[in-house]
């Protein structure tokens, strides 16, 4: 049955990625709610200036989500934030969503945008300042560090291919890295030892950040003696993994063994009338622009699906 908390699509995630969908899906006159657990704007919001979105040659994070979220309140969409899903059923033709406080929400077509999160160190400091020259993105803040020395955290892939790519920036960069060996292609590994910018700081782990209003230094534990020193640092980049906030939807849409949502060429999941979109799905690189592409892309599927759904409802009624 159809209640007035009926929406012909849901989509969960305010970030880029979703704020896209709403300003499609409301453009196109497709009633659409976004429910977000977090402030609009998602990752944006953790950084002070985005300098890579085209068209926009500065911006902070914030003003970037406010405006995102006032083009799709324009286009009639609503928006809300801080709010707890507490269960939802996306199997049936006429998907439901509960949130904690009871209110319960019903659409045709669901798109899944929770993005995602840096796997963190979890070091005191660390959520104090981060954005404040604690990094997880290289592509983002690197040129911030132009002539500084900074830490790279971690020993993989991306921890030692974001360590060579920020030389380009900083004076310095230093590897800190828990083991004694590298879990990294040999290419890579070799590249981070031979570069003239690069120093490595092995078997050691940074076990505080220090700074009131920007990071101003870090404490360094010899893991295999126990020293703990404390050293100036301008910036540090962490690199020890990625989460998508996908935990909620283990059992309900197929993951992969990373737990990122699997989605085809259309945002399309394993199940119908459930799309997805941004960080939170199987791709390589995740940036503002992919999250904003991805959420375009899976709102112009969705309006079709639901499209063919109202005609198929109008079709079977006149029969
Ligand atoms: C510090 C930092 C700096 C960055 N700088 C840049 C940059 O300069 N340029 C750039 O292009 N990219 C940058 N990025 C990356 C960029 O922010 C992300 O790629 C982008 O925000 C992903 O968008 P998204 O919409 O997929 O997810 P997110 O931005 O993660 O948004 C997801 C939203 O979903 C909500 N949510 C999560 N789980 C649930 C749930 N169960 N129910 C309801 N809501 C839920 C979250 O609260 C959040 O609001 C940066 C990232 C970080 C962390």
């Known amino acids: 049955m159809e209640t007035n908390n009926h929406y012909d699509a849901i989509v969960i995630g305010a970030g880029p990625a979703g704020l896209s969908a709403g300003i499609y899906l409301s453009r196109a006159r497709v009633k659409t709610l976004i429910l977000s657990e977090g402030t609009v704007g998602g990752q944006m919001i953790l950084t002070h200036e985005i300098a890579n979105y085209p068209g926009v040659e500065s911006i902070s994070g914030y003003q970037l989500s406010m405006i995102m979220r006032n083009q799709a309140k324009k286009f009639g969409c609503d928006i809300k934030s801080n709010i707890l899903v507490e269960t939802f059923n996306l199997d049936k033709d006429l998907k439901e969503i509960v949130l904690a406080d009871g209110t319960k929400y019903t659409a045709d077509a669901v798109i899944l945008s929770p993005g995602g999160r840096s796997r963190t160190l979890g070091m005191p400091g660390e959520d104090a300042l981060k954005g404040k020259g604690i990094s997880y993105c290289a592509t983002c803040d690197g040129d911030f560090f132009t002539d500084k020395k900074i830490i790279v955290v971690g020993?993989?892939?991306?921890?030692?291919?974001?360590?060579?790519?920020?030389?380009?920036?900083?004076?310095?960069?230093?590897?800190?890295?828990?083991?004694?060996?590298?879990?990294?292609?040999?290419?890579?590994?070799?590249?981070?030892?031979?570069?003239?910018?690069?120093?490595?700081?092995?078997?050691?782990?940074?076990?505080?950040?220090?700074?009131?209003?920007?990071?101003?230094?870090?404490?360094?534990?010899?893991?295999?003696?126990?020293?703990?020193?404390?050293?100036?640092?301008?910036?540090?980049?962490?690199f020890i993994g990625y989460v998508p906030n996908t935990e909620f939807l283990e059992g309900k849409v197929e993951l992969s063994e990373w737990k990122e949502i699997i989605v085809d060429a259309d945002m399309q999941t394993s199940i119908k009338g459930i799309f997805a979109a941004g960080d939170s799905i199987t791709k390589k690189y995740r940036q503002v622009t992919t999250a904003v592409a991805d959420g375009t892309i899976a709102a112009l599927a969705a309006s079709k699906y639901i499209h063919e759904l109202h005609q198929n409802k109008q079709l079977q009624h006149t029969r």
């Open 155 to 238: 020993g993989g892939n991306s921890a030692l291919e974001e360590a060579v790519s920020l030389t380009k920036y900083a004076s310095k960069v230093t590897i800190v890295h828990q083991f004694d060996h590298f879990q990294a292609f040999e290419y890579a590994i070799e590249e981070a030892r031979n570069h003239p910018k690069i120093s490595l700081h092995m078997e050691s782990s940074i076990t505080a950040f220090h700074g009131n209003e920007k990071l101003e230094g870090v404490e360094i534990t010899d893991l295999k003696s126990g020293l703990k020193q404390n050293h100036p640092i301008d910036g540090v980049f962490i």
